[in-house]
């Protein structure tokens, strides 16, 4: 389940269909407050996964460099 946008997606999904079901006004925005949520952790998990494939694509070691490291010309 950890960092699943799929299964966020579907939980947002089902508060959505609560939320149009509900009789209650403050159980109806309960839903949409917990629809809101599992929307934003499915994009947060979703950035995630382009973040480490991104990351994973990338040639080892010569890409990044560490910053504060003062760059030293070579002699």
Same mark, same amino acid.
């Given at each position: 389940?950890? &960092?699943?946008?799929?299964?966020?997606?579907? +939980?947002?999904?089902?508060? *959505?269909?609560?939320?149009? !079901? %509900?009789?209650?006004?403050?159980?109806?925005?309960?839903?949409?407050?917990?629809?809101?949520?599992? &929307?934003?952790?499915?994009?947060?998990?979703? +950035?995630?996964?382009?973040? *480490?494939?991104?990351?994973? !694509? %990338?040639?080892?070691?010569?890409?990044?460099?560490?910053?504060?490291?003062?760059?030293?010309?070579?002699?």
């Amino acid at each position: 389940m950890a &960092d699943n946008p799929e299964f966020y997606r579907a +939980r947002a999904d089902e508060e *959505r269909r609560n939320g149009d !079901a %509900a009789l209650l006004d403050n159980v109806r925005d309960r839903c949409r407050r917990a629809e809101k949520a599992w &929307d934003e952790m499915a994009s947060r998990a979703e +950035r995630t996964q382009v973040l *480490r494939a991104a990351r994973e !694509a %990338a040639p080892p070691g010569g890409e990044r460099m560490m910053i504060g490291t003062p760059m030293v010309p070579a002699e």
